[in-house]
C-alpha cells in the first residue's frame, strides 16, 4: 500500500525530481504492535535530510500521522517514507519545483532476519566502493545506485551481507546496516563523516554503549581491523541486531556486545 500526499495510489508523476534526480531522502522504520519503533528518530533523520538538502517539506503532522495510521493496522511490518522536492520542470535547478511530495508505504519485515540472529551472517568484500562526499555523508537520500550495485555484487556470491569501503580504503558499512566490531571492552565502529548512513539503530547502539561498561570510539580503519577484532555486529532499524560469524578467514563464536545490545534493541521503543 503506498499513500501519496495523503491519497492511496502507486502512480508517482513523470517530472517528480525523485524519478528524474533520485532528488529526496528516505528512511525505512519497524512496526511493532502496530507501533513505529523509534519514530521521534525517524521523523528527526527526515527533517535533518531536509535541511542538508535544502528541501521546503513543511507537513511534518501530516506525515506523522500517515505513518501511524498505515502502522496501526499491522502486528508487524515495515513503514516506509520519502521526501522528494516535489515535480520541477527540465535541468538541474530546483528553482521552478512544485511543494515537495510524501511518499508511505507497507511493506513484511524481511523473514531471514530472524535466521540471521539465531546463526549470524557471512561478510564478502564489495568491489564497489562509496565515494567520499561530506554534504551528503550521513542521510539517507533517494541516490542509491552505490548500493545497488554492492547489491548485485553480493548476489554473486555465497556470503550474506557485504562489507563496503569508501573511496580511502575505510571500512564504512555493510550493503543495508552499520557495523561495529569488539577488541576487548573497547567497541569500534567507522566514521561516517566521509561517506556512509549514519543508521537509526547505530545511533541508539552508540547512546546505549556510552552508559556501558564498553568504551566506544568511532574510527577511520582498513580491513585488518577486523582481523584483530574478538566479535563482529551489524545493524540497522529493522535488525535490529545481527552478530557476524565470518569475514574472510575470520571466524566468531564471541557473542558478548551481541547480548548487551540484542535484548535492548528488540524491546518496544515507540518513542
Not at 60 to 70: I, Y
Not at 82 to 109: K, L, Q
Not at 190 to 217: E, K
Amino acid at each position: 500500500m503506498f499513500l501519496i500526499n495523503g491519497t492511496e495510489q502507486t502512480s508517482l508523476a513523470a517530472s517528480d525530481r525523485a524519478t528524474q534526480f533520485g532528488d529526496g531522502c528516505f528512511t525505512t522504520a519497524r512496526i511493532i504492535d502496530g507501533q513505529i519503533q523509534f519514530a521521534a528518530a525517524h521523523q528527526l533523520r527526515l527533517q535533518q535530510g531536509c535541511e542538508r538538502l535544502s528541501i521546503a517539506f513543511g507537513d511534518w503532522p501530516a506525515l506523522a500521522q500517515e505513518m501511524a495510521m498505515l502502522a496501526k493496522k499491522h502486528d508487524e511490518g515495515v513503514i516506509k517514507a520519502v521526501i522528494t522536492r516535489g515535480m520541477g520542470g527540465r535541468g538541474y535547478s530546483p528553482a521552478n519545483c512544485s511543494a515537495p511530495t510524501r511518499i508511505v508505504s507497507f511493506a513484511p519485515r524481511p523473514a531471514h532476519y530472524a535466521r540471521w540472529q539465531q546463526e549470524g551472517v557471512t561478510l564478502a568484500l564489495s568491489e564497489i566502493r562509496l565515494g567520499r562526499n561530506p554534504a551528503l555523508a550521513g542521510i539517507k537520500h533517494l541516490n542509491r545506485l552505490e548500493q545497488v550495485l554492492i547489491r548485485l555484487g553480493l548476489e554473486q556470491t555465497d556470503a550474506d551481507d557485504a562489507l563496503v569501503l569508501d573511496s580511502d580504503g575505510w571500512i564504512t558499512e555493510c550493503s543495508a546496516g552499520n557495523l561495529f566490531w569488539r577488541q576487548g571492552k573497547t567497541v569500534f565502529t567507522p566514521r561516517l563523516d566521509q561517506a556512509g548512513v549514519d543508521g537509526i539503530m547505530r545511533q541508539y547502539c552508540l547512546s546505549q554503549l556510552a552508559t556501558s561498561a564498553f568504551s566506544v570510539v568511532e574510527v577511520n580503519a582498513g580491513t585488518d581491523a577486523l582481523a584483530l577484532a574478538d566479535e563482529a555486529i551489524i545493524c540497522n532499524a529493522l535488525m535490529p541486531i545481527v552478530p557476524v560469524r565470518q569475514w574472510a578467514d575470520k571466524q566468531w563464536q564471541a557473542r558478548d556486545l551481541y547480548h548487551f545490545l540484542a535484548p535492548l534493541c528488540e524491546r518496544i521503543n515507540p518513542l
